[in-house]
C-alpha cells in the first residue's frame, strides 16, 4: 500500500483518498468494508487465509432511520450503522468506505516521467488545481500512475537524407506519465469520516467506488485478459458507467438522480473522461 505524501497519496492498485494531517495505518489483518446504499448497509467482512485474503461473511441490512430523518447528519448515519452491525453481531475494528462517482471529479494527465514522488505529486497539484471548480484547499486530491507512454523512435518521411538514402531516426519524445487522478471536496471526506467516529469505528481506508467495482470484477474473474466491458451501477440516488479494461478504469461518469433541491455533490465538469493516446 502507498505512503502517505504531503497531502497526496501514490497508490499502486487503486485510489484512495488520503486523509490530511494522517499518516495510513498498517493494513489491518481483518477489515470489514460498509457501502452507504440509500437506506441500506452492504457490508463484507474479510479475513487473512493464509497468503489470501478470503471473503467470510456477506451481508445486507436496512438502517433504523426515522421516516424523516436528516440522511446529511453524519452523527444520525453513525449511529444507524452502529445499531445495524450490532444488530448483525459484527465487531468491525478496521473498516473501508467508498465515495460516490458523482462526487468525485476524475482527470487523466499527462506528465513528465519522473521517480520522485514528492515532485510528482506536487506536479499533480499544480496542474489539477486549475481544473478544479472549486478552491485547491477545499480539495482531497489523490492520484495513480497508469502507465508510461511514449519515448520510442520514430521514423518520418521528411527526415529523409535523400534518394537511395536512409531515413535518419528521430530523437525519440520523452516518456510521460499517464495519471490518474481523483480530487473531491474536503466536507465530503469529513462527512465519512464523522459516520465512523459516530459509529465507533477507525476508518482506515477511503476509496472510489468504480475502483472497488473493478477490482471485484477482477477478483470474479468475468473478463478475458485486456478485453473491455462497461460495468452500469444503479443506486437509489446515483447512476453510474464505469469502462473497465486489463484491471484499468479507462472512463467513469455518474449522474446524481435525486431532486436537484436534494444534490450537494460538486457537478460533474465536461472532460472527465480519461484521455485516448494513439
Known amino acids: 500500500m502507498a505512503s502517505f505524501v504531503g497531502g497526496t497519496s501514490f497508490v499502486t ?27 441500506m448497509l452492504r457490508v463484507v467482512h474479510a479475513a487473512p487465509r493464509g497468503n489470501r485474503i478470503e471473503v467470510v461473511r456477506i451481508e445486507a441490512v436496512r438502517l ?15 449511529k444507524a450503522v452502529a445499531r445495524a452491525l450490532q444488530s448483525l453481531g459484527l465487531t468491525a475494528a478496521s473498516v473501508v468506505m467508498g465515495i460516490p ?13 519522473i521517480q520522485d514522488i514528492r515532485e510528482l505529486a506536487s506536479m499533480v497539484h499544480l496542474q489539477i488545481g486549475r481544473e478544479l471548480p472549486f478552491r485547491m484547499e ?14 520510442g523512435g520514430l521514423r518520418t518521411e521528411g527526415a529523409l537524407a535523400g534518394a537511395g538514402g536512409d531515413a ?13 487522478v481523483a480530487a473531491v471536496k474536503r466536507e465530503a471526506v469529513d462527512f465519512f469520516v464523522q ?11 477511503l476509496g472510489l467506488l468504480p475502483y472497488a467495482n473493478a477490482r471485484c470484477v477482477e477478483a470474479c474473474q468475468v473478463a478475458d485478459g485486456g478485453q473491455a466491458f462497461a ?6 440516488d446515483e447512476v453510474t458507467i464505469d469502462v473497465i479494461s486489463e484491471e484499468s478504469l479507462l472512463f467513469s461518469r455518474g449522474a446524481s438522480i ?21
Do not use: C, H, M, Y
Not at 32 to 37: G, I, Q, R, S, Y
Not at 64 to 78: H, N
Not at 101 to 110: C, E, G, H, K, S
Not at 231 to 236: G, K, T
Open 64 to 78: 433504523d432511520l426515522a421516516s424523516d430523518a436528516d440522511r446529511s447528519d453524519p452523527a444520525i448515519i453513525g
Open 138 to 151: 477545499d480539495a482531497v486530491i489523490d492520484f495513480k500512475v497508469r502507465r508510461q507512454v511514449g519515448g
Open 101 to 113: 462517482r458523482a462526487q468525485v471529479i476524475l482527470r487523466t494527465l499527462l506528465l513528465p516521467s
Open 231 to 236: 460495468l452500469v451501477s444503479l443506486r437509489p
Open 258 to 278: 435525486r431532486p436537484a433541491t436534494e444534490v450537494t455533490a460538486p457537478p460533474d465538469v465536461p472532460g472527465d473522461t480519461p484521455q485516448q493516446e494513439g
Open 13 to 39: 492498485k487503486g485510489l484512495e483518498l488520503a486523509f490530511p494531517g494522517r499518516r495510513r495505518p498498517r493494513v489491518p489483518s481483518q477489515v470489514t468494508a460498509l457501502d452507504l446504499d440509500g437506506t
Open 168 to 180: 535518419p531516426e528521430d530523437q525519440a519524445p520523452p516518456p510521460k506519465l499517464e495519471v490518474l
Open 195 to 205: 459516520i465512523s467516529e459516530e459509529a465507533g469505528l477507525n476508518l482506515s481506508a
